[in-house]
C-alpha cells in the first residue's frame, strides 16, 4: 500500500526545546534511511501533474535498472552507499565497482529514490488544504504533549520516545492520547487516498449518475435496470490525421479528432489505443482487433503501431500484448483528453425471469452485470450471475456492484424496479480471455 501511513513511517517528532517552550514551535522531520546518490545527469523536466509525474518516474527507473543489468555482472547484488558503489559477485566475493557499474548503479538508485519522491508528491497532493492543516495540528499536539528535549519515532514494534537522558519508552499518558487521535487522523486519510490511487491506478471508472436514484420501471426486452457510464481514465485525441497499414497492402486512415484510449504499454510507454467501434460506427475495418500506437522518441507523435489484443464484442476494456504490427506511414501528434471527455461505453445490471413456482408462488430471478458500447449491445460479465427467489408482490432488495435494485414480481413473467441506490463511481477494469467471455478484475 503506498498511502499516507507508509510515508510517515519514518517521520521523527521532535520535542520543543525546555527554554521557552510555549514560544518554540514543534519540528517535524523526515529521518533519511539511504543517503542520496548524485545523479550522474539533471533529471529531465517532469509532466506537471503529480499522476502523470510518477508514470514519468516509473519510466526513468525501469531505464535505468536496464541499463544497470547490461551493466554489472549477471548475478551480481549492488550496494550504493555515499557516492560509491559495490558489487557482489554470484561466488560472494566483494569488490569495488568501475566506473562504468558506478555510474549505472548510481543512476539506477538516483532513479528509483527519485520516483518514491514523485510517489510521496503524488500522495501527499491528493490531501486538501484542510486535511493537511488538520494532519499538521494533529503533529503539532502530540509533539506539544512529549517531554523537553524528547523526540517520538517509529520502530517495528511501534511508537517509542527517546528522552534526552537516553532512555527510551512508549508514550504515556497525554502523548499517547495525542499520537492516538493523530493516528485515527491518518487512517481516515489512507482510506481516502488509497481510493484515489485504486481510482488512478485502473484502467477504467464506473461514472455516477445521481439521476438514477428512485427510478422506477417494468421490465423489458432487454432486462436492462441500470445503465451508467464506463469511462477510461486517460484518454487522447488525434491532432492530425494519422495513415497506418495493418499488412503490406491495406492503408487506413483515422481522421483527427479521433478518440483514443490510454493504457500502460510495453517498456513502460503509454499505449494509445483506437475504440474501433464508435457512435458514428465509423472504422469498422478494425473491428477485429484493436490498433494500439506508441511515441517511442518522446516526440509527441505517434509512429509506431502495435496489435493490442481483440475486442470482445464491440467492448474496450483494456488492450495488451502489443506486438509490432504494420506500420505507421504518416505519424499523428496527439494530446490529452480528460476522461470526461474521452471515448464512454455503458455498465449496468439487467434481469432475467426464470421460473414461476405456481404451487409456492415464488418466482425465480438471475440477475447480472454487464458491459457494452450501448445498452443494446452488451457482454455479460462471467462471475457476477447471481439467482434470487421472491414471493409475487414481495419486494426484494438485489446488491451488485454497489448498486441496490428492489425487484418486485407483479405477474406470471412481470417484474417491477426501483433504483434503490445507483453505482457510485468505482474504479473498474476486465481482461480479456480466449473463452469469448470477461472477468472482473477488483483493485
Same mark, same amino acid.
Given at each position: 500500500?503506498?498511502?499516507?501511513?507508509?510515508?510517515?513511517?519514518?517521520?521523527?517528532?521532535? @520535542?520543543?526545546?525546555?527554554? @521557552?517552550?510555549? !514560544?518554540? $514551535? #514543534?519540528?517535524?522531520?523526515?529521518?533519511?534511511?539511504?543517503?542520496?546518490?548524485? !545523479?550522474?545527469?539533471? #533529471?529531465?523536466?517532469?509532466?506537471?501533474? $503529480?499522476?502523470?509525474?510518477?508514470?514519468?518516474?516509473?519510466?526513468?527507473?525501469?531505464?535505468?535498472?536496464?541499463?544497470?543489468?547490461?551493466?554489472?555482472?549477471?548475478?551480481?547484488?549492488?550496494?550504493?552507499?555515499?557516492?560509491?558503489?559495490?558489487?557482489? =559477485?554470484?561466488?560472494?566475493?566483494?569488490? #569495488?565497482?568501475?566506473?562504468? +557499474?558506478?555510474?549505472?548503479?548510481?543512476?539506477?538508485?538516483?532513479?528509483?529514490?527519485?520516483?518514491?519522491?514523485?510517489?510521496?508528491?503524488?500522495?501527499?497532493?491528493?490531501? /486538501?488544504?484542510?486535511?493537511?492543516?488538520?494532519?499538521?495540528?494533529?503533529? /503539532?499536539?502530540?509533539?506539544?504533549? =512529549? $517531554?523537553?528535549?524528547?523526540? *517520538?519515532?517509529?520502530?517495528?514494534?511501534?511508537?517509542?520516545?527517546? =528522552?534526552?537522558?537516553?532512555?527510551?519508552?512508549?508514550?504515556?499518558?497525554?502523548?499517547?492520547?495525542?499520537?492516538?487521535?493523530?493516528?485515527?487522523?491518518?487512517?481516515?486519510?489512507?482510506?481516502?487516498?488509497?481510493? &484515489?490511487?485504486?481510482?488512478?491506478?485502473?484502467?477504467?471508472?464506473? *461514472?455516477?449518475? #445521481?439521476?438514477?436514484?428512485?427510478?422506477?420501471?417494468?421490465?423489458?426486452?432487454?432486462?436492462?435496470?441500470?445503465?451508467?457510464?464506463?469511462?477510461?481514465?486517460?484518454? !487522447?485525441? *488525434?491532432?492530425?490525421?494519422?495513415?497506418?497499414?495493418?499488412?503490406?497492402?491495406? /492503408?487506413?486512415?483515422? $481522421?483527427?479528432?479521433?478518440?483514443?484510449?490510454? &493504457?500502460?504499454?510495453?517498456?513502460?510507454?503509454?499505449?494509445?489505443?483506437?475504440?474501433?467501434?464508435?457512435?458514428?460506427?465509423?472504422?469498422?475495418?478494425?473491428?477485429?482487433?484493436?490498433?494500439?500506437?506508441?511515441?517511442?522518441?518522446?516526440?509527441?507523435?505517434?509512429? /509506431?503501431?502495435?496489435?493490442?489484443?481483440?475486442? *470482445?464484442?464491440?467492448?474496450?476494456?483494456?488492450?495488451?500484448?502489443?506486438?509490432?504490427?504494420?506500420?505507421?506511414?504518416?505519424?499523428?501528434?496527439? +494530446?490529452?483528453?480528460?476522461?470526461? +471527455?474521452?471515448?464512454?461505453?455503458?455498465?449496468?445490471?439487467?434481469?432475467?425471469?426464470?421460473?414461476?413456482?405456481?404451487?409456492?408462488?415464488?418466482?425465480?430471478? &438471475?440477475?447480472?452485470?454487464?458491459?457494452?458500447?450501448?445498452?443494446?449491445?452488451?457482454?455479460?460479465?462471467?462471475?457476477?450471475?447471481? !439467482?434470487?427467489?421472491?414471493?409475487?408482490? &414481495?419486494?426484494?432488495?438485489?446488491?451488485?456492484?454497489?448498486?441496490?435494485?428492489?425487484?418486485?414480481?407483479?405477474?406470471?413473467?412481470?417484474?417491477?424496479?426501483?433504483?434503490?441506490?445507483?453505482?457510485?463511481?468505482?474504479?473498474?477494469?476486465?481482461?480479456?480471455?480466449?473463452?469469448?467471455?470477461?472477468?472482473?478484475?477488483?483493485?
Amino acid at each position: 500500500m503506498r498511502a499516507l501511513s507508509a510515508i510517515i513511517l519514518a517521520t521523527t517528532i521532535l @520535542a520543543p526545546s525546555a527554554i @521557552a517552550q510555549e !514560544a518554540v $514551535p #514543534p519540528m517535524v522531520t523526515q529521518s533519511v534511511t539511504q543517503p542520496v546518490a548524485q !545523479a550522474p545527469a539533471p #533529471p529531465k523536466p517532469m509532466p506537471a501533474d $503529480p499522476a502523470g509525474n510518477v508514470r514519468a518516474l516509473k519510466a526513468g527507473e525501469e531505464a535505468a535498472k536496464k541499463t544497470l543489468f547490461a551493466t554489472a555482472p549477471e548475478g551480481a547484488a549492488v550496494e550504493s552507499r555515499y557516492g560509491s558503489a559495490t558489487l557482489t =559477485l554470484k561466488d560472494g566475493t566483494v569488490r #569495488p565497482a568501475n566506473e562504468a +557499474e558506478t555510474v549505472a548503479i548510481l543512476a539506477y538508485f538516483n532513479a528509483k529514490k527519485a520516483r518514491e519522491e514523485g510517489e510521496k508528491q503524488e500522495t501527499m497532493a491528493i490531501l /486538501t488544504a484542510e486535511e493537511r492543516a488538520e494532519l499538521d495540528a494533529a503533529s /503539532t499536539a502530540v509533539a506539544m504533549a =512529549l $517531554p523537553p528535549r524528547s523526540r *517520538l519515532y517509529k520502530t517495528d514494534a511501534g511508537w517509542r520516545v527517546a =528522552l534526552n537522558d537516553g532512555t527510551v519508552r512508549e508514550p504515556q499518558g497525554a502523548e499517547a492520547e495525542a499520537m492516538g487521535r493523530r493516528e485515527a487522523i491518518v487512517a481516515r486519510l489512507d482510506a481516502r487516498i488509497d481510493e &484515489v490511487l485504486a481510482m488512478r491506478a485502473a484502467p477504467l471508472r464506473v *461514472l455516477a449518475d #445521481p439521476s438514477q436514484k428512485d427510478r422506477t420501471g417494468e421490465h423489458n426486452d432487454t432486462g436492462v435496470l441500470i445503465s451508467q457510464p464506463l469511462v477510461f481514465n486517460r484518454a !487522447a485525441v *488525434l491532432k492530425g490525421d494519422l495513415s497506418a497499414r495493418r499488412d503490406g497492402f491495406n /492503408t487506413y486512415t483515422i $481522421p483527427a479528432g479521433a478518440k483514443l484510449f490510454v &493504457v500502460d504499454g510495453p517498456d513502460a510507454l503509454q499505449a494509445y489505443c483506437l475504440p474501433s467501434k464508435s457512435k458514428a460506427g465509423l472504422f469498422k475495418m478494425l473491428s477485429d482487433w484493436i490498433p494500439c500506437f506508441l511515441d517511442k522518441d518522446g516526440d509527441g507523435m505517434l509512429e /509506431t503501431q502495435t496489435n493490442g489484443g481483440k475486442p *470482445l464484442g464491440g467492448v474496450y476494456m483494456y488492450a495488451s500484448g502489443f506486438a509490432p504490427t504494420g506500420q505507421v506511414m504518416q505519424p499523428a501528434g496527439f +494530446e490529452d483528453l480528460p476522461y470526461l +471527455e474521452g471515448y464512454q461505453q455503458r455498465i449496468g445490471l439487467a434481469v432475467t425471469h426464470g421460473s414461476f413456482i405456481k404451487k409456492t408462488g415464488t418466482h425465480k430471478f &438471475v440477475v447480472h452485470a454487464w458491459v457494452g458500447p450501448d445498452d443494446k449491445e452488451r457482454q455479460m460479465v462471467s462471475g457476477t450471475l447471481r !439467482a434470487l427467489e421472491a414471493q409475487e408482490g &414481495v419486494p426484494t432488495i438485489i446488491e451488485m456492484m454497489g448498486a441496490k435494485i428492489e425487484i418486485t414480481a407483479t405477474g406470471k413473467q412481470r417484474i417491477a424496479y426501483r433504483v434503490v441506490e445507483p453505482m457510485p463511481m468505482q474504479p473498474y477494469g476486465l481482461e480479456m480471455k480466449t473463452t469469448y467471455s470477461t472477468r472482473r478484475v477488483y483493485y
